[in-house]
C-alpha cells in the first residue's frame, strides 16, 4: 500500500505565498516509480478541480486560473512533489490534494492514490 502525506497548508494573507508538499511512501517494493503527480483543490460545496500536474520528467500542467501563481515540482529520488504558491486571493481557499500514479511493476499499469488533504485558507 502507498500513503501520501500533505503538508505545508495553513492561513495566509491575500498576496501571501504558502508551498505544499507531499511525500509518497510505501512498503518496500511498493513504489517503483511514480509516473505523474498532480495538485487538486476541493472548496466548499464545490468539486475538486486540477491546480497542476507535473510528469516523471518535469512536463508540467496548470490550471488557467492558477497560471503564473503556482509552481509545482518534483524530486524523484525522494518521492515527493510540492506546490509553490503566490499571490495567493482568498479564493484560493480550500482543501489542497496530492495525487500520484504510482507504478510497482514495470508491466503493471500505474494505480493512482490520493493524499488527505491540507487545508488553505485565503483571509479576507
Known amino acids: 500500500q502507498v500513503q501520501l502525506v500533505e503538508s505545508g497548508g495553513g492561513l495566509v494573507q491575500p498576496g501571501g505565498s504558502l508551498s505544499l508538499s507531499c511525500a509518497a511512501s510505501?512498503?518496500?517494493?511498493?513504489?517503483?516509480?511514480?509516473?505523474?503527480m498532480r495538485w487538486y483543490r476541493q472548496a466548499p460545496g464545490k468539486q475538486r478541480e486540477l491546480v497542476a500536474s507535473?510528469?516523471?520528467?518535469?512536463?508540467?500542467n496548470y490550471a488557467d486560473s492558477m497560471k503564473g501563481r503556482v509552481t509545482i515540482s518534483r524530486d524523484n529520488a525522494k518521492n515527493m512533489q510540492y506546490l509553490q504558491m503566490n499571490s495567493l486571493k482568498p479564493e484560493d481557499t480550500a482543501v489542497y490534494y496530492c495525487?500520484?500514479?504510482?507504478?510497482?511493476?514495470?508491466?503493471?499499469?500505474?494505480?493512482?492514490?490520493w493524499g488527505q488533504g491540507t487545508q488553505v485558507t485565503g483571509s479576507s
Open positions: 495525487y500520484a500514479e504510482v507504478q510497482r511493476l514495470s508491466w503493471v499499469s500505474p494505480t493512482g492514490y
Open positions: 510505501g512498503n518496500p517494493g511498493s513504489i517503483r516509480s511514480i509516473t505523474v
Open positions: 507535473i510528469t516523471r520528467g518535469g512536463n508540467t
